[in-house]
């Protein structure tokens, strides 16, 4: 194996903060430590394309064609080929909207799976869900239990099943104190399928 490293617009080492491959292909995006998001091809090595400049690069489409992006506004789901942009919002679960964490993409491109919270008009109190939106509507696929909430989510690559990390009850969870990633210690996963729950 020969290594080549991978260099900046002008030629200099790059500096990265995140990186994703594109599914399916020789590609990949880096974000670099401006936050400028850059494409290459390890198959034809070059000078990298600039996509465009976020604070955080969360994420890349099933088929590799989208990237999740977020900055200072919020989520945002930029196309690689076209460098278009469009704005993501959680959608209206019984007339309110929640607040949302990170979402997923699901295969075809604009469904997404989402960890959602409401809080309780005295904001004492939050309840999260587990939502599939289709940028209309959010559809509740998961709810922990009273006193619970939702800790971590994954979703397989067809877009088929998530596991879910939940604390079941947060009044009495412990922290393994693992500075600075602490997780409680009563976390149970579960797998559900999201196109039947």
């Not at 959608?91 to 409401?118: C, K, M, N, W």
């Not at 599939?132 to 690559?157: L, N, Q």
Request: aromatic content about 8%.
């Amino acid at each position: 194996h020969v290594v080549t490293p991978v260099a900046a617009l002008d030629g200099s080492n790059l500096g990265v903060l995140d990186w994703q491959v594109l599914p399916g292909t020789s590609q990949f995006v880096v974000q670099t430590f401006d936050q400028t998001v850059l494409l290459f091809d390890a198959a034809s090595p070059a000078l990298p394309t600039p996509i465009g400049t976020w604070t955080e690069l969360d994420g890349v489409s099933p088929d590799g064609t989208l990237l999740l992006v977020k900055d200072a506004f919020g989520n945002a789901v930029v196309s690689i080929a076209k460098g278009t942009e469009t704005r993501i919002t959680p959608s209206p679960i019984d007339g309110e909207i929640p607040y949302s964490a990170t979402p997923v993409l699901l295969p075809d491109g604009h469904t997404r799976v989402q960890s959602v919270v409401f809080l309780s008009p005295d904001l004492t109190s939050s309840h999260s869900f587990l939502v599939v939106d289709d940028g209309t509507t959010g559809h509740v696929v998961y709810t922990p239990p009273d006193g619970g909430a939702i800790d971590s989510f994954t979703v397989s690559p067809n877009g088929q099943y998530a596991a879910i990390a939940t604390v079941p009850d947060v009044g009495t969870s412990t922290s393994d104190g693992y500075y600075p990633f602490a997780k409680a210690t009563n976390i149970l996963t579960i797998v559900i399928d999201l196109a039947t729950s």
